[in-house]
């Protein structure tokens, strides 16, 4: 999960969360880099929230909702074709190694929540189309993990863990979640 990790969902309380599938557009020119997610959410809206780390502080002018039309037409662009490739032995042994980072102990975990409990800085809210976004930075995973659940979202277990790489090269966090009021215009 750490290796692949885009961003999760949390949720108010106990709200239940369903995502099918989220499709992510990543395009690169020079030094500067777009995102464009869309995701398949069903559920309450009151619970819907989402949690992104990214590389640099993001102004509001950088944040922009993007028409679903591009992402579905990117979409049919690039979707798989047939193809007919030659597999190797199903049988044949795999050892795969360094796939995980090996786990702290319960024990270091306590200390490193204990230093610094909390330590989040609200670094900008914006209020973009249907979304209020708020760009936060950490100092200790468990400190976000007790931000975001002290501010009512419910969050998978092992985030801190699943976070702390990201604090550690000094990435922010960009969280979103729906303002009814505005959705609902």
């Known amino acids: 999960m750490a290796y692949s990790f885009c961003g999760f969902y949390v949720a108010k309380a106990d709200a239940k969360l369903f995502n099918k599938a989220s499709q992510v557009v990543l395009v690169r020119n020079d030094d500067k880099t777009v995102m464009t997610m869309a ?29 679903k039309k591009i992402i579905d037409h990117l979409d049919a662009y690039t979707a798989p074709r047939l193809v007919e490739y030659f597999d ?69 277990d092992g985030t801190a863990s699943v976070l702390g790489s990201y604090i550690k090269q000094k990435m922010r966090f960009f969280v979103a979640k729906v303002n009814l009021e505005e959705q609902s215009k």
């Open 39 to 67: 995701n398949d959410f069903k559920g309450d809206l009151k619970a819907f929230a989402v949690v992104i780390p990214v590389p640099t502080f993001i102004k509001k002018g950088q944040i922009h909702i993007s028409d």
């Open 88 to 156: 190797r032995n199903p049988c044949e042994p795999r050892v795969l190694y360094g796939m995980a980072p090996p786990a702290r102990s319960a024990r270091q975990e306590a200390r490193r929540a204990k230093k610094n409990s909390h330590g989040v800085t609200v670094e900008a809210e914006y209020t973009i189309g249907e979304y209020d976004i708020v760009i936060l930075s950490a100092r200790d995973s468990r400190g976000l993990e007790i931000w975001l659940k002290q501010n009512g979202y419910r969050i998978p």
